[in-house]
C-alpha cells in the first residue's frame, strides 16, 4: 500500500513565478492537509481538504495561495508571485475516512520550494 | 497562548538514559493527541497516539496522558543515538480531524 506522494520532491522558482505543488493521499484517505515547515521550525497548519471540499484553510495566507482537491487527480497547493519568503518545505498528510476511531496523519516526504 | 507548547529545546541526554518530553495544549476539549519524529531533511513519522489518561507503553516509548492538567509527554527509555530527532506533539482538536503541530523538541542522545 503505497504512502502519501508528493511531488515534485524539490523545486525551484524565481520570484513572481507560479509553484504548484502535488499530494496524493494514501489509498482509502479522503482528508488531506497541507504544512509549511521553515528551517529549524515546526509545522505550521495550512488548509485541511476532503474531496471537493476546504474543511478549514484557517492557516493560508489571504492572498496568492490557495489549494483544491479536486474529485480526481491528486491535492494542489498553488501558490501564485513566489516570494523568496515563500521558500520552506511543504508537507502534506491525509488521514482516514471519517468515522475512523483514529485521526492520525500520516506525512507524504515533502516538497521543497526554493524561490530564487 | 499557543495552541500546543513544547520546550524547544535541544534536550540533550546520555545514551541508555530516559529522555523526557513535555507538551501542553490550549483546547480543554482535545480528545486525541500524538507523538511525530522528525529527523533532519525528513517528514514526520508517526510514533504514538493516546485517547486516555495514564500511561501507554509501546517499546521503550510510554506516552503519558493528564487532561486536567492539559499536558502530555513522551517518555523514551534506553535511549540510543538513532534516537536523535525532532519530536513533535500534535493535538487533534475537538476530534473533528483538525490537528495542531507544537514546535518540536530536539532531542541529541550522546554515545
Known amino acids: 500500500n503505497a504512502g502519501v506522494m508528493q511531488n515534485p520532491r524539490h523545486l525551484v522558482r524565481r520570484r513572481g513565478q507560479e509553484a504548484r505543488l502535488r499530494c496524493s493521499p494514501m489509498?482509502?484517505?479522503?482528508?488531506v492537509y497541507w504544512y509549511r515547515q521553515l528551517p529549524e521550525e515546526g509545522l505550521k497548519f495550512m488548509v485541511y481538504?476532503?474531496?471537493?471540499?476546504?474543511?478549514?484553510e484557517s492557516g493560508m495566507p489571504k492572498e496568492r495561495f490557495s489549494a483544491e482537491f479536486p474529485k480526481e487527480g491528486p491535492s494542489i497547493l498553488r501558490i501564485q508571485q513566489v516570494v523568496r519568503g515563500d521558500s520552506a518545505a511543504y508537507f502534506c498528510?491525509?488521514?482516514?475516512?471519517?468515522?475512523?476511531?483514529?485521526?492520525?496523519?500520516?506525512f507524504g516526504p515533502g516538497t521543497r520550494l526554493t524561490v530564487l | 497562548q499557543k495552541e500546543v507548547e513544547q520546550n524547544s529545546g535541544p534536550l540533550s541526554v546520555p545514551e541508555g538514559a530516559i529522555a523526557s518530553l513535555n507538551c501542553t495544549y490550549s483546547?480543554?476539549?482535545?480528545?486525541?493527541f500524538f507523538w511525530y519524529r522528525q529527523y533532519s531533511g525528513k517528514s514526520p513519522e508517526l510514533i504514538m497516539f493516546?485517547?486516555?489518561?495514564g500511561d501507554k507503553e509501546d517499546g521503550r516509548f510510554t506516552a503519558q496522558l493528564n487532561k486536567a492538567s492539559q499536558y502530555v509527554s513522551l517518555l523514551i527509555r534506553d535511549s540510543q543515538p538513532s534516537d536523535s530527532a525532532t519530536y513533535l506533539c500534535a493535538v487533534n482538536m475537538r476530534n473533528n480531524n483538525d490537528m495542531r503541530f507544537g514546535a518540536g523538541t530536539r532531542l541529541t542522545v550522546k554515545p
Open positions: 498528510a491525509s488521514s482516514p475516512r471519517p468515522g475512523s476511531s483514529y485521526n492520525e496523519q500520516f
Open positions: 493516546i485517547y486516555s489518561n
Open positions: 489509498k482509502g484517505h479522503s482528508h
Open positions: 483546547d480543554r476539549g482535545s480528545q486525541s
Open positions: 481538504l476532503q474531496k471537493e471540499n476546504i474543511i478549514d
